[in-house]
């Protein structure tokens, strides 16, 4: 091929026009291409976002039932310890003065008005079928002091004995029932607990001698278990949060 021809002015020109459309044609292809390559990426970074926005809100919706449910627990919790504790305390008062609520002695009774007004003064709360026992067990007063009073103390000490044994009852069916919103700690001071405060009871009667418990080390572990009550109410129990 002659130089002549290379470089003839319209060879020239139609090489130049191919290399100028070559490089619009690269140019739009890597347009093309980065413009794919950039909405690719767009729509993968929005759907992150998205997938990243949706599992914060699933989070934030577990965390929130998780509050929800820890306040109903926490809730529960404040209303079952405190009426607990009262059914526990009270049962042990009753075991505690069984015997001086219901005694009576010619040592402090003078006279058979006095009884009645003796037990009201003490905060004996007489039903009225006790009340009439006690009325019609007067009759003896004039003939027999000591045997009216001795009965008397046996009529009433009967009586306290069935409220007490209720309360004992009540009371461990108390803590069966919601024994799921007790902490581990609460469950093993009271599992016993309770069987002590029984033992107490029958122990006061006279109807057991095998096992002794003592009066004082029931006291201390009411008192301890009170401390342990107290402790977790004003904290709360975050250990599963």
Known sequence: MSLQHIF????????????FTSGIVTLLFQSFIKGGINNYFNKKMVKFKDDIAQLSEERKLNFDRKIHDFSLYSTKRHELYPELFRRIYKTNKSIITLEGMSQLSSSFISSKSEIIPHYESIHFELEEDLRNEITNLLDLWDSDV????????????????????????????????????????????LELLMPALSILYMQKLGEISSVEIDEDKVQEDINSLEELLKGELSKGDYKNQ
């Not at 003839?8 to 290399?19: M, W």
């Open 8 to 19: 003839n002015p319209t060879n020239i020109q139609n090489f130049l026009t191919s290399v």
């Open 146 to 189: 000591d045997g009216c009073l001795e009965q008397i103390s046996s009529t009433v000490k009967k009586s306290l004995c069935k409220k007490v044994s209720l309360e004992l009852k009540e009371a461990n069916e108390f803590f069966e029932q919601n024994i799921l919103f007790f902490s581990d700690a609460a469950v093993h001071k």
